[in-house]
């Protein structure tokens, strides 16, 4: 029997307490074994504006989840060629994991426009896809961004509540965001 593996990708700049909560509630929504939180790589062409380099958002994820059982970060993508097509990355996790299932876990923003995605109806054909939304002041989904709290440092205001408190003490110690 595969292990069901849910692939919860993004920036994590920083992760923060509705992350964690979300790749919870799917995990156990969606019956899966355990969720990667895919820590997508900075994309060369792009401006990086306040998006941390790879490793910090790396080290953050980690901490987050250090004593969060099922919940596992990958810098898998980050090993791929670039651009890192979601089809890309599957397809290579399904050739370097074959005793895993992968199941592709989206927001609702994204699969609005999910017809777009690169080779989409492969994806389709051969991935299970859970959609998630994200509604502000939806009781399943914590109501908490990561432009948010990048802000709240900057003005000086209190982040605590919002991410874990080993992410709150790196923030803090290596003067992030500021």
Same mark, same amino acid.
């Given at each position: ?40 790589? @900075?994309?060369? &062409?792009?401006?990086? +504006? *306040? ?5 910090? =958002?790396?080290?953050? !994820? ?38 895993? @299932?992968?199941? &592709?876990?989206?927001? +609702? *923003? ?5 017809? =777009?995605?690169?080779? !989409? ?58």
């Amino acid at each position: 029997m595969k292990k069901r593996t849910g692939l919860f990708g993004g920036s994590f700049n920083p992760i923060h307490n509705g992350h964690i909560s979300l790749a919870l509630q799917l995990k156990e929504q969606a019956g899966l074994d355990e969720v990667w939180l895919m820590v997508s790589p @900075q994309n060369p &062409l792009k401006q990086a +504006g *306040d998006l941390l380099d790879d490793e910090q =958002r790396l080290q953050m !994820a980690r901490l987050a989840v250090e004593q969060v059982e099922g919940i596992v970060v990958s810098d898998y993508e980050m090993h791929l060629p670039r651009p890192s097509y979601t089809w890309n990355t599957l397809e290579a996790l399904k050739r370097d994991y074959p005793d895993r @299932q992968f199941v &592709l876990m989206i927001g +609702g *923003d994204n699969w609005e426009h999910f017809d =777009r995605w690169y080779r !989409a109806a492969d994806i389709k054909a051969n991935y299970e896809i859970v959609v998630y939304t994200r509604t502000p002041g939806d009781p399943g989904f914590i109501d908490i961004s990561s432009t948010d709290i990048r802000r709240r440092i900057r003005e000086g205001r209190g982040i605590r509540r919002l991410v874990p408190k080993a992410v709150a003490d790196y923030i803090e110690e290596n003067k992030l965001y500021i």
